[in-house]
């Protein structure tokens, strides 16, 4: 066989499977087109915000109190296949006080590569292969985002994290466990969102 006639073949069936990738994704391609073009929400008119809390509790008969200001900011917009663009939105702890941080399933290494951890939640005690941790909201509810789901923080979100199996205790389970460690919350203060408005 000729060097030429290697070529040709070689190029025809590179040909034909672009041609064959290219039917297969162009759905995909005019989706990722469409919402590329697509107009953004509104953007808020206050793009950053603080707000304070402060937890008084108790856990085997000590007192303890936590006080942190989360800080919350517009991170721009995300593109979602089922929604079209979104607001994005951050917030860290302040952390003046030195409290640990924990992030969802931070230690675990296959989860760790695949997403950015965010130490949204304090660590309030360390029992074992559990941590009884503190969750705050989120900006989104803090800068008045309209499409925002969480409740208001009327009382804290105290949860039991099980390092074994890397999730959260279920709610009933969590409460006869804290129960073990008479854990009781004797103060919650936390500021209100701002009413935001977007453009």
Known sequence: MSVERTIL????????LFIVLLIFTFPWWLIAVGLYFSPAPPKPEITYGEFDFKLVYEINGE??????????EFDGFNVDEGRGKTRRWKEKFKNEQG???????????AYYKKSKSDYNKIVLENTGHYKIVLGVANAEYFL???ENKQKSPITPSIKVYDMRIGYYKDPQEGNEFLKKYD??????KCDEPIQNTFQ
């Not at 073949?9 to 034909?16: C, D, K």
């Not at 007192?63 to 942190?68: F, L, N, Q």
């Open 144 to 146: 008045g985002e309209p």
């Open 9 to 16: 073949i070689t190029v025809s069936i590179m040909l034909i």
């Open 183 to 188: 854990f009781k919350v004797l103060s919650w």
């Open 99 to 109: 409290n640990k941080l924990y992030a969802f399933r931070a230690e675990d290494p």
């Open 63 to 72: 007192i303890r109190t936590v006080e942190d200001t989360i800080m919350c």
